[in-house]
Nanobody, 115 residues
């Protein structure tokens, strides 16, 4: 069973930065893509950023220019660098890994943007 463990969430003031990490229990190169989703209070889970095995990236429209996704295959880790954070970025952030047949999710890490 694939395990994804997120870390790096916390409380940050508006305009601040955080870097989230997701460590996988298996070599991440086996996944077609890995990504980050978020779910705010009373909202549906939505894509934040996604990176494919070949390095292609998708970033959510409201995150363009502020968020960056990257991967370190040697460390089996995917990162989400978040800058210029806004209160509306407050959510639980989930790591996701995809194969041809399955989706895997981490437990999530809380990000709260507040003064």
């Amino acid at each position: 069973q694939v395990r994804l463990v997120e870390s790096g969430g916390g409380l940050v003031p508006p305009g601040g930065s955080l870097r989230l990490s997701c460590v996988a229990s298996e070599h991440i190169f086996r996944f077609n893509a890995m990504g980050w989703y978020r779910q705010g209070p009373g909202k549906q889970r939505k894509l934040v950023a996604r990176i494919t095995r070949g390095g292609g990236e998708n970033i959510g429209d409201t995150m363009l220019g502020r968020f960056t996704i990257s991967r370190d295959n040697a460390k089996n880790t995917v990162y989400l660098e978040m800058n210029s954070l806004k209160p509306e970025d407050t959510a639980v952030y989930y790591c996701n890994a995809q194969t041809a047949l399955d989706y895997y999710w981490g437990q999530g890490t809380q990000v709260t943007v507040s003064s």
